[in-house]
């Protein structure tokens, strides 16, 4: 098993201190650039931040392989259906206008902080 599917399994239930990250539940609104270039529709979600450090720590402790930038901020989106996405914002606050950022799986999203004109 790789690390995402390791991390999609147990990131909730697992991370050490999921607690209070919990409280670090945070409203964004994100969007996917899918293969032919457009735009997915936007999501209004809730998620959490975390240092790349602490995502790297998780997985090893885990003994998976990660490559997440221990100077970066993760805004993580746990998805209802199971699974996640971790977006790297850079730093440690959401964007107030929309930025592009990647995934995990290098897939470029929109993202900026708040439900407000999310379309």
């Not at 107030?96 to 379309?119: L, P």
Request: glycine share 6%; hydrophobic share 35%; net charge neutral.
């Amino acid at each position: 098993m790789n690390i995402l599917k390791a991390i999609s399994l147990s990131l909730i239930l697992c991370l050490p201190s999921y607690e209070s990250y919990a409280a670090d539940d945070l409203k964004a609104c994100i969007k996917y650039q899918r293969a032919d270039y457009t735009w997915s529709h936007a999501y209004a979600v809730r998620g959490f931040t975390v240092s790349g450090s602490d995502l790297n720590a998780f997985a090893r402790e885990k003994g998976y392989k990660a490559n997440y930038s221990s100077y970066s901020t993760y805004f993580i989106v746990p998805w209802d259906s199971g699974g996640y996405v971790s977006l790297d914002i850079g730093s440690s606050y959401l964007p107030s206008y929309e930025k592009q950022v990647r995934d995990q799986n290098n897939i470029t999203w929109k993202i900026k902080e708040g439900w407000n004109y999310c379309d």
